[in-house]
T-cell receptor, first 111, second 114 residues
Framework: KNEVEQSPQNLTAQEGEFITINCSYS?????LHWLQQHPGGGIVSLFM???GKKKHGRLIATINIQEKHSSLHITASHPRDSAVYIC?????????????FGTGTRLTIIP | NAGVTQTPKFQVLKTGQSMTLQCAQD?????MYWYRQDPGMGLRLIYY???????DKGEVPNGYNVSRLNKREFSLRLESAAPSQTSVYFC?????????????FGSGTRLTVV
């Protein structure tokens, strides 16, 4: 079992729909990151969470430390949100420099 | 523009050839990283440099060497390329050596070894 599991692997939705992407992890963490990888390949850091909830524009990220689970929500989705969304955790077991990445969720928003 | 700059963007090598991937950041970040991304797998850490003058192995260091030339630059060298090193390589940087701060990624280098 991977240390970081994302679901779903692929998600297709209509423009305007509310999107939820899930991330579960199996190790103790000091922080969880959500990243966005554009179709052209570049990676952008969206959020870093150690507790609670963060919001930036139409994106909301939440984390439940007790349940070892995080969600990324997109409200009023738009075709430009089409990308791969990647969850990564910094584990307390392996020192400060190791990030363990999920394999990503490919999101496609249809106009 | 501020950020992480990687060169080249694309490269095709023959087995056994060598090359160096260059990475530079202009954000005065202390920590720099090299990752590889393969289909169906999460990004994996090859090497990292927590600060100028230090480098450490990550999860998949075999076949690679790195140099932290100064605070701005962190290069990745393949001494004798193998087909298993076909991948997309990302350089990243982060401000402090410790603490919960976000990462800035370069745009990636797509390397094919034939």
């Amino acid at each position: 079992k991977n240390e970081v599991e994302q679901s779903p692997q692929n998600l297709t939705a209509q423009e305007g729909e509310f999107i939820t992407i899930n991330c579960s992890y199996s190790v103790g963490i000091s922080a969880l990151h959500w990243l966005q990888q554009h179709p052209g390949g570049g990676i952008v850091s969206l959020f870093m969470l150690s507790s609670g909830k963060k919001k930036h524009g139409r994106l909301i990220a939440t984390i439940n430390i007790q349940e070892k689970h995080s969600s990324l929500h997109i409200t009023a989705s738009h075709p430009r949100d089409s990308a791969v969304y990647i969850c990564a955790v910094r584990s307390t077991n392996f020192g400060n420099e190791k990030l363990t990445f999920g394999t990503g969720t490919r999101l496609t928003i249809i106009p | 523009n501020a950020g992480v700059t990687q060169t080249p963007k694309f490269q095709v090598l023959k087995t056994g050839q060598s090359m160096t991937l260059q990475c530079a950041q202009d954000m005065n970040h202390n920590s720099m990283y090299w990752y590889r991304q393969d289909p169906g797998m999460g990004l994996r850490l090859i090497y990292y440099s927590a600060s100028e003058g230090t480098t450490d192995k990550g999860e998949v260091p075999n076949g690679y060497n790195v140099s932290r030339l100064n605070k701005r630059e962190f290069s990745l060298r393949l001494e004798s390329a193998a087909p298993s090193q076909t991948s997309v390589y990302f350089c990243a940087s982060r401000l402090p050596r410790t603490g919960n701060y976000g990462y800035t990624f370069g745009s990636g280098t797509r390397l094919t070894v034939v």
